[in-house]
């Protein structure tokens, strides 16, 4: 049998075995037919190839070894049979319950939290994701340390005891506890650094967000793999990276979407979201996630093709309640209709979720639908006035077609007069441009409605 390796986390090219304990009342996110139908994915994602399940149904958890003493035993003949490499339980784990599976079945054992930081580190591309999984992972292995330095087990200090660690006086520790101290006071050391970098990151990463706060800005929030990423560029053209596979990306991308008529949106594609969300990552990721901590609208795509659809929206609405996001504005967008057959949670969902717009992001059906649903949402930040400018002021011009919506064009005096529908924001910058602001109407009156445009030039 080979020595476990626990400085190395992670599962690509691995043989893996999948353990979950499923507790009264608890739900663990599969479908009917396979509980661990989640961390499968998860597993595939990291590289792995899972070779065997083995499910424990229990009224607490076993302190020392999880899932109890006979089911450990069990496991370990499991694993041989199966000829495993790694066993990856679909709970969180204390070091100490790490290390007693381990001694039984002689295999690396991960939880659900270090492989979900796995799949984290080998997707993270950019400067700013890199640190953040690296916050996390740190934050997540400085506990365990001392399970990780099992090697050094066989340098006993030499104050007695067969143990690292055991002192018998000043200067009598052996090697193997000095090295773990060492290595404490390192990952405290990057600790503070990463912080700090993330920190500053943070401050930009707010400056950035703050400075759209003239737009209409949108998140993409859901399921990891429910399709945002695909319904990103369907929408924009973004080009963002698309897989079928879970946590395809990590970093956040925002792209103007036109809604037609001179209206648009920064439309903005977050990270995805499990079950259980590892509480290092979601603090790691908060600059990350801010585009949607100060969205103006979410769209909460979810995909309406899997089972277990209806626990994937109460994950993900957990999730966006613990980031303060709960009483911001969505919409709800059932994804992937033309995969729904007769096993698909869409059946529950579509009664639950009446106002949801059905979409297939792969095909583009149900996206004008969308844009519909969007608009009426920003429709009351929209104002209709008349502006007059120069009549060689094209600069300004330009931009009102660009921004606005041009209702009629007229010259009196010499002067353009300007009948259009601009976003509330938009219309100080038109002012600064040259432009002179001769009367408001109200945006929800008909824009056809010429005698309501001459009143508001007579009243200006």
Same mark, same amino acid.
């Given at each position: 049998?080979?020595?476990?390796?626990?400085t =190395?986390?992670?599962?690509?090219s691995?043989?893996?075995?999948?353990?979950?304990?499923?507790?009264?009342?608890e739900?663990?996110?599969?479908t009917?037919?396979d509980?661990?139908?989640?961390?499968?994915g998860?597993?595939?994602?990291?590289?792995?190839?899972?070779?065997g399940?083995?499910?424990?149904?229990?009224?607490?958890?076993?302190?020392?070894?999880?899932?109890?003493k006979?089911?450990?035993?069990?496991?370990?003949?499991?694993?041989l049979?199966k000829?495993?490499?790694?066993?990856i339980?679909?709970? =969180?784990?204390?070091?100490?319950?790490?290390?007693?599976?381990?001694?039984?079945?002689?295999?690396?054992?991960?939880d659900?939290?270090e492989?979900?930081?796995?799949i984290?580190?080998?997707?993270?591309?950019?400067?700013?994701?890199?640190?953040?999984?690296?916050?996390?992972?740190?934050?997540?292995?400085a506990?365990r340390?001392?399970?990780?330095?099992?090697?050094?087990?066989?340098?006993?200090?030499?104050g007695?005891?067969?143990?690292?660690?055991?002192?018998?006086?000043?200067?009598?520790r052996?090697?193997?506890?000095r090295?773990?101290?060492?290595?404490?006071?390192?990952?405290q050391?990057?600790?503070?650094?990463?912080?700090?970098?993330?920190?500053?990151?943070?401050?930009?990463?707010?400056?950035?967000?703050?400075?759209?706060?003239?737009?209409f800005?949108?998140?993409?929030?859901g399921?990891?793999?429910?399709g945002?990423?695909?319904?990103?560029?369907?929408?924009?053209?973004?080009?963002?990276?698309?897989?079928?596979?879970?946590?395809a990306?990590?970093?956040t991308?925002t792209?103007?979407?036109?809604?037609? =008529?001179?209206?648009?949106?920064?439309?903005?594609?977050?990270?995805g979201?499990?079950r259980?969300?590892?509480?290092n990552l979601?603090a790691?990721?908060?600059?990350?996630?801010?585009?949607?901590?100060h969205?103006?609208?979410?769209?909460h795509?979810?995909d309406?093709?899997?089972p277990?659809?209806?626990?994937?929206?109460?994950?993900?609405?957990a999730v966006?309640?613990?980031?303060?996001?709960?009483?911001?504005?969505?919409?709800?967008?059932?994804?992937?209709?033309?995969?729904? =057959?007769?096993?698909?949670?869409a059946?529950?969902?579509?009664?639950?979720?009446?106002?949801?717009?059905?979409?297939?992001?792969?095909?583009?059906?149900?996206l004008?639908?969308?844009?519909?649903?969007?608009?009426?949402?920003?429709?009351d930040?929209?104002?209709?006035?008349?502006?007059?400018?120069?009549?060689?002021?094209?600069?300004l011009f330009?931009?009102?077609?660009?921004?606005?919506?041009?209702t009629?064009?007229?010259?009196?005096?010499?002067?353009?007069?300007?009948d259009?529908?601009?976003?509330?924001?938009?219309?100080?910058?038109?002012?600064?441009?040259?432009?002179?602001v001769?009367?408001?109407i109200?945006?929800?009156?008909?824009?056809?409605?010429?005698?309501?445009?001459?009143?508001?030039?007579?009243?200006?």
């Amino acid at each position: 049998m080979k020595e476990i390796k626990r400085t =190395d986390e992670g599962v690509q090219s691995e043989r893996a075995v999948l353990v979950g304990l499923l507790l009264p009342g608890e739900n663990r996110g599969g479908t009917r037919y396979d509980p661990l139908a989640e961390l499968a994915g998860l597993a595939s994602a990291a590289g792995a190839t899972v070779v065997g399940r083995l499910i424990q149904k229990r009224g607490k958890p076993c302190g020392a070894t999880y899932i109890g003493k006979g089911k450990t035993e069990e496991l370990a003949e499991y694993a041989l049979q199966k000829e495993a490499d790694v066993i990856i339980f679909d709970n =969180d784990l204390t070091p100490s319950q790490i290390r007693e599976i381990e001694e039984v079945v002689k295999r690396k054992v991960l939880d659900r939290t270090e492989l979900i930081l796995d799949i984290f580190a080998a997707r993270a591309r950019t400067n700013e994701a890199r640190l953040q999984v690296e916050l996390a992972q740190l934050e997540y292995t400085a506990p365990r340390l001392r399970g990780m330095w099992t090697h050094l087990e066989r340098i006993a200090g030499a104050g007695g005891g067969g143990k690292v660690g055991a002192v018998g006086g000043i200067g009598t520790r052996g090697p193997g506890e000095r090295q773990i101290e060492i290595d404490r006071r390192i990952v405290q050391k990057r600790v503070t650094f990463l912080k700090e970098q993330i920190r500053n990151i943070d401050r930009r990463k707010l400056r950035q967000v703050k400075a759209r706060e003239e737009h209409f800005t949108v998140s993409l929030v859901g399921y990891t793999n429910a399709g945002k990423s695909t319904l990103m560029n369907a929408l924009t053209g973004a080009g963002t990276y698309v897989a079928d596979k879970l946590f395809a990306t990590l970093d956040t991308r925002t792209r103007r979407w036109e809604l037609g =008529d001179g209206q648009s949106v920064l439309l903005s594609d977050t990270v995805g979201f499990v079950r259980n969300l590892p509480h290092n990552l979601v603090a790691s990721f908060q600059a990350t996630l801010e585009e949607a901590i100060h969205s103006n609208l979410l769209l909460h795509v979810i995909d309406a093709s899997d089972p277990d659809a209806p626990g994937q929206v109460d994950a993900v609405e957990a999730v966006l309640e613990e980031l303060g996001c709960a009483d911001i504005p969505t919409i709800a967008v059932l994804n992937k209709m033309d995969a729904v =057959d007769d096993e698909s949670g869409a059946h529950v969902l579509i009664p639950q979720l009446e106002d949801a717009v059905q979409i297939s992001a792969a095909t583009g059906a149900g996206l004008d639908a969308l844009v519909e649903a969007v608009r009426s949402r920003i429709q009351d930040r929209f104002v209709r006035v008349l502006i007059e400018s120069e009549v060689e002021n094209g600069r300004l011009f330009a931009y009102v077609q660009r921004h606005g919506r041009l209702t009629s064009q007229t010259v009196e005096d010499g002067h353009l007069v300007l009948d259009l529908q601009l976003p509330a924001a938009e219309v100080q910058r038109v002012v600064d441009m040259g432009g002179r602001v001769r009367g408001h109407i109200d945006a929800h009156d008909s824009q056809d409605d010429e005698p309501l445009a001459l009143e508001a030039r007579r009243r200006g």
